[in-house]
């Protein structure tokens, strides 16, 4: 067995322990795993390994399910900077651009989330989610507009 592939089963059961450790809701533990996850990824990019698009789009994903879970640890910041990061290795990450427009829909940003999900949608317009959040963004859009006393 050679040291990369060893190195890199190692990952895979780093990245599992992480996505265990969200599913058990232990969100600070699995936050930790991810970032172990995207630290060794990055230095495995770094030294330039053969699977560099396949690293690229594992850090991707690992980017965007550190940001669900600060999310849902309220660090809304720290998600936006994740979701940002992953749709930066992988722009065609629909899932990406609909994490990161809930955050800013979340924080009252309705123009940022508008773009974001509206990227969603044209990235996969299948998926429901993203289309049962855009549809819900436009109306307190337009809820906003009509009375513009509340914040934006």
Not at 69 to 78: G, K, Q, S
């Amino acid at each position: 067995m050679t040291e990369g592939w060893l190195h890199m089963e190692v990952l895979e059961v780093l990245l599992q322990d992480a996505k265990r450790l969200e599913s058990e809701r232990k969100f600070k533990d699995a936050e930790k795993h991810y970032t172990e996850y995207i630290r060794h990824c990055a230095a495995e990019m770094d030294r330039g390994r053969k699977n560099i698009i396949d690293l690229s789009e594992r850090l991707a994903l690992a980017y965007n399910n550190r940001g669900l879970v600060r999310y849902l640890l309220v660090d809304f910041e720290a998600a936006i900077h994740d979701f940002t990061a992953a749709l930066q290795l992988n722009d065609q990450l629909a899932v990406g651009f609909y994490n990161r427009g809930l955050v800013h829909y979340r924080l009252g940003q309705l123009e940022q989330a508008l773009q974001d999900l509206g990227e969603s949608h044209r990235l996969d317009p299948d998926f429901q989610s993203t289309n049962d959040a855009l549809h819900q963004t436009i109306l307190e859009k337009s809820t906003w507009l009509s009375n513009p006393s509340s914040p934006e």
